[in-house]
């Protein structure tokens, strides 16, 4: 059996969660696209963060805290440090308006197909940046 770690999980998620993003793009439910976008961007990001020994806080833009502690991070990945942070205050912003909208922003109208291809070619270089800073469960715990 291996032991997974937090970490771990998370980017076991987030990269699972990667499948599912075609599918909707290809239903056309852009805001969908974009909601778990920016999910898979929080589950690395939070990732990263666990695996470098910071505590992820419990909101859902952590780009401020990765920058904070960019030096935590191998330093092949620091210059990618700005980038994701700012993935992830996009995606954070878009959120909400994405899943629930508002009275005078309707989701399924909002949101095309420039703007999923957008969301999941970020979420796709979060993830790819996260493989790389995580390791896999089997590099870590050979058991």
Known sequence: MTNVTLAQSYL???TKRLLILPVLRDAEAWSDVVREAQEIVELSLK??????GIEPP???D??????????????AERGH?????????WLRKEREFSFYGEIDFIPTEQYDAKIAGHAIEDA???????????????ETDPA
Not at 47 to 52: D, Y
Not at 81 to 89: E, P, Q
Not at 124 to 138: C, G, Q, S
């Open 47 to 52: 990732g990263i963060l666990r695996h470098v």
């Open 81 to 89: 440090v700005a980038r994701l942070s700012n993935i992830s205050a």
């Open 62 to 75: 952590v780009g401020d805290i990765l920058r904070e502690h960019e030096g935590r991070l191998p330093e």
């Open 12 to 14: 076991i998620k987030a």
């Open 124 to 138: 796709r270089f979060t993830v790819e940046v996260a493989t790389r800073v995580i390791p896999a469960p089997n």
């Open 58 to 60: 419990r909101w859902h």
